[in-house]
């Protein structure tokens, strides 16, 4: 299983056995590189613990543990077990600032706990199979324990199809669930409890306040956030667009920083229409930066497309997935550790689609929406022809699906589902309504939640956490800081969304630092001509990927779907999404065909 995990952390490896429980990690070595090894003990070795992840917090942690506990590492992770001791597990949580899954195991109670930061920045898995509970970073980790048989979930895929990631606690594999963001489970006797929630969005304020004050509050803890995720003993980079959040970030990490930033962009040469790169070369030169610039093109596509199925381990239909691993080589070979800007867009409504958040009956459901919904029902002997199939949305935040429920049950019908269409669209309207922000909170920030509970968490994250991880490059979030989201949802929505345009207030409190001509840059998004290439360049590829001859996927379906694409519509990311999953099917009926046996 360790084995499974090198890339996440080839510095070190540590393991443990005690009693029924063995504990594994690989370490990538950011803070007190030399001495941090893992599994962690406490004084007297009856507690002991495992991370994968960075506590922002631990200098402060360690400064008021240090008075009652013998600290034997600098590292961030020996606060874990010390605090543990201190304050119990829930304790310790409320008072980590940080991105982390860790298993906690103490003896003296005979318990492993599993715990998952706040947002869901860093993944964890686990499953109980026969006797034993598994628990890990990866899929591929729980399945080379030889106790996880690599047999696909029909649920967990059909929502995949849905939304083009898959939301938890499902994901790809049949009895591996993904511990949510802000939960821990308790193991114990053979027994695992359900996840426990530590940690809630705030409710909406109702006070009023002008919209300065909210960004004078926002613009130290954003300051702050960067100098924290700058804590390392190694160079720190930045992934840097040009756009207002990673502009945001340069500027603060300019301030913090004892040289050049090292900045990392990309563009693309053959489609102006996508390429950001003068942004990106404009802000490094405003603050100092030492930009490296990487064009991607058609035939990166073509030469990376099966190792990022390989390594995001669990299909996941976002085509920038592609750019950001090649992104992610080129900073892992000068930096072991990178600030992105992903969240701000779930935090502060970035997307143009809020601008649209309809008003809602009593139960959180556009009327508009639910009478769409009863209108159009078709199955896909019609879908590949009828805008409904392919233009819906949330009718909470208005992300856009992938596909309707219909048509992804259509292309799986040789992995059976009991209740089908019906049972998909129950659960999307099930697991959205579990993230929602508490009441009374506005439309705009119930969409906001909704988006920062599912896309936010099972798709950005994710697609950062694999694609760098897959380059042993660890990336940090700032905006994520849980003290920046709690004072975002705390927000009235007409701070954050102002005379149409979002990210309002993000705008005003970064102004001070990056100039009108910066912050008053509007959304461009992480796009690629995926809908031109697939008539192209790509156009062999994925046919040859959907006919490769895995039994999972309708055939019949799946060429319509391409048929359509190639006649003219505009289907890039249902087809994009169908192709991903087709490929990791064919890695899956590798992985059952050589499946480790215990």
Known sequence: MVAALYLRGPDDCGTSLHGATALGMRRLSI?????????????????????????????????????????????????????????????????????FAFAIQDDREGAVYLARDRLGIKPLLYGKFDDWLVFGSSPSALVASGLVPPEPDPLGLRL???????????????????????????????????????????????????????AERLGPLLADAVRCHM?????????????????????????????????????????????????????????????????????????LAAQLVTH????????????????????????????????????????????DVPPRDPNGRSAVVSLLR?????????????????????????????????????????LPLDGGAQRIAAEIERLERSWLAPRPSSPL????????????????????????????LEARVPFLDY??????????????????????????????????DLAGRGKHGFDLPMHEWLRGPLRSLVTDTLHAGTAWISHTAGDELLDAHMAGRNLERPLWTLFVLSAWFQRLDEARTHAPAV
């Open 160 to 214: 995949y199809l849905h939304n083009q990631f898959i939301p938890g606690p499902y994901s790809a594999i049949a009895g591996v669930e993904k511990l949510p963001p802000a939960h821990y489970v308790r193991i114990t006797g053979g027994r695992v409890s359900e996840p426990i929630r530590y940690w809630s969005l705030p409710p909406e304020s109702r006070q009023t306040q002008p919209p300065e004050q909210w």
């Open 31 to 99: 803070i007190d590189v030399d001495g941090g090894h893992q599994p962690i003990e406490n004084e007297d070795g009856t507690v002991r613990v495992i991370q994968n992840g960075e506590i922002y917090s631990f200098p402060a942690l360690r400064e008021e543990l240090a008075r009652t506990h013998e600290f034997k590492t600098r590292s961030d992770t020996e606060c874990l077990v010390h605090g543990y001791e201190e304050w119990g597990l829930e304790g310790l949580l409320e008072r980590l600032n940080g991105m």
């Open 374 to 414: 009863t209108l159009f029902r078709p199955g896909l002997a019609h879908g590949f022809r009828r805008s409904t199939e392919f233009g819906r949305r949330s009718p909470i935040s208005g992300f856009p699906y992938a596909m309707s429920a219909a048509v992804a049950d259509e292309l799986l019908a040789a």
């Open 231 to 303: 804590v390392s003993d190694v160079e720190v980079g930045l992934f840097l667009s040009g756009g207002l959040d990673s502009s945001g970030i340069l500027a603060l990490m300019a301030k913090h920083g004892k040289g050049p930033v090292k900045a990392f962009s990309i563009g693309f040469e053959d489609a102006k229409v996508y390429d950001e790169s003068p942004y990106a070369r404009h802000a490094a030169e405003r603050f100092g930066a030492e930009l490296h610039h990487t064009v991607f093109t058609a035939e990166h596509v073509l030469e």
């Open 483 to 516: 003290r920046i989201a709690e004072l975002a949802f705390s927000m009235p929505a007409d701070v954050k969304l102002r005379a149409g345009r979002g990210k309002a207030v993000l705008r005003d409190a970064l102004g001070v630092h990056l100039g009108n």
């Open 312 to 355: 995001i381990e669990e299909p996941l239909g976002d085509a920038a997935c592609l750019p950001t691993f090649l992104l992610s080589r080129e900073a892992s070979r000068q930096v072991k550790v990178v600030l992105s800007g992903e969240g701000a867009d779930e935090l502060f409504a970035g997307y143009g689609y809020y601008r």
């Open 445 to 472: 920030t119930q969409a906001l939640s909704v988006d920062a509970g599912g896309w936010l968490a099972d798709d950005l994250l994710m697609k950062l956490d694999r694609t760098t991880m897959a380059h042993s």
